[in-house]
Structures are given as structure tokens and as C-alpha cells.
């Protein structure tokens, strides 16, 4: 059985996504992990964001401040994130886009245990660089069915995780069904599966013996979940 929780960007059921709100309402849930986003702003701030642009206007085209104002929400720096969670909580920190990865470790290694975090990325390119940086960092390849070349170029995975020195791997649920939890367990690769708010599928994969953890905006659901799981043991 399944025995992680991972609250997706802290979990947004109750709180703003990768928000320091989110973040503390999964260590007060007692989720063993919470996901977030890094991105870089026009001025190298390291935030906590998941998309690409705001408002029409690139994230990395515009200051940490204009980000705020344009989000209307208190986007918490990485820095932020990291003190407040250091100690308290695991976390899966998704690395956006390439550029900044050497910042990212390096924040990591100021405020967080290095031990509790494994960085993950869609792009190769980004874990690639993550290794070059520091080869104690554990990793993990994110793949999801976006189009057919997306889909074609995931059946690679494996190859993708020998070349990048990839220790995870976090596959959209949806590719469950094509036996890739079970193929990465025969070559001793852990899974993290995402995004799953459907009770009976949290269910379904806690009793996946091959999945590692599970990644939903729900985690005081999957929490339950789990507990009522390991009760009827």
C-alpha cells in the first residue's frame, strides 16, 4: 500500500496554492510531503508560482513586486517556503523552466534539509543541471500525456532517467494503466502519481503496491484515506 501523501502545491482545497497558508496547512494536516513551484523573476527572485505568466506578461519578464500587485495574493519567496517548512515536512520541489537551478540548491542547502527534498522537472535539461550542481541531490522526472510527441517521447523514461541520473519518477495517473509503475519497480524506481482528487481513485492507488506516493490538492481526503487503509489491516 501507498504510504505517502503529497499535498500538491500545499494542498488548494482550503488555501491559495503555493502559498505559505497552503504550506503550513499540510504540516498541520500531517502530510509527509507538500509539492510546490519555482520560478525566477526579471529582478532573480525565486518564487513560489506555477505559471508561466500573469495577466499577459511572462513571469520572468516582471519584478517580484509587479508579481504581487498583478496576483493580487502574497507570493511567498522560495527562501520563505523553505524556513518555514525546514524540520517539519518533506518536500517535492518542481523546478519551471532552466535557468536557475544553481540559486535553487543553493537556498535549499541554506534553509532546508537536503535529505527531505527531492527536486523534480518535465525537462531533462533541468535535472541535467541539477546534477552538475550537486550529485547528492535526489531528482525526479515528471511525464504526463500533454500530445502525441509528449506521449511518444515518455515512453522513453527510462533512458531520460539513465542519462540524467534521475532517482524518481512522477507519472500522470492516466499512465498507470500502461504497467509503468510496475515496469520502473523492477528496476528499483520509486512513484509519485499525480493529481488525484477522486476518492475512489486515492483508494485505487493506496492500494497500488508499486506506487510510492500519491500527489493531490486534497490531502486532508488522502490522509483519511490512507489512515482508514492501515486501520483495516
Known sequence: MAKIIVAHRGGKEFFHENTLEAFKNAIELGAQYYELDIRMTKDKKVVCFHDPD??????????????????GIKVP?????????????????????TGYEKEAIKQIKE???LDDVIVVS??????????????????????GK??????????????RMLRS???????????????????????GIKIFTWT????????????????????TNKPKLGLELLAAGSNRK
Open 54 to 71: 500573469i495577466q499577459n506578461k511572462k513571469i520572468t519578464d516582471i519584478t517580484y513586486e509587479e508579481l504581487k500587485k498583478l496576483s
Open 77 to 97: 519567496l522560495f527562501k520563505e517556503a523553505l524556513k518555514l517548512t525546514n524540520g517539519k515536512i518533506k518536500l517535492l520541489c518542481e523546478i519551471k523552466e
Open 165 to 187: 541520473k534521475t532517482n524518481f519518477l512522477i507519472p500522470n495517473h492516466n499512465y498507470i494503466k500502461f504497467g509503468i509503475a510496475k515496469l520502473a519497480k523492477v528496476f
Open 196 to 215: 488525484i482528487d477522486d476518492p475512489k481513485l486515492i483508494k485505487k492507488y493506496l492500494k497500488n503496491k508499486d506506487i510510492y506516493g500519491i500527489i
Open 146 to 159: 500533454k500530445n502525441l510527441i509528449q506521449f511518444i517521447k515518455d515512453l522513453f523514461f527510462l533512458i
Open 122 to 143: 518535465f525537462k531533462d535539461d533541468v535535472l541535467f543541471k541539477i546534477h552538475k550542481v550537486d550529485k547528492s541531490v535526489k531528482t525526479g522526472l515528471i511525464v
Open 111 to 113: 534553509d532546508f534539509n
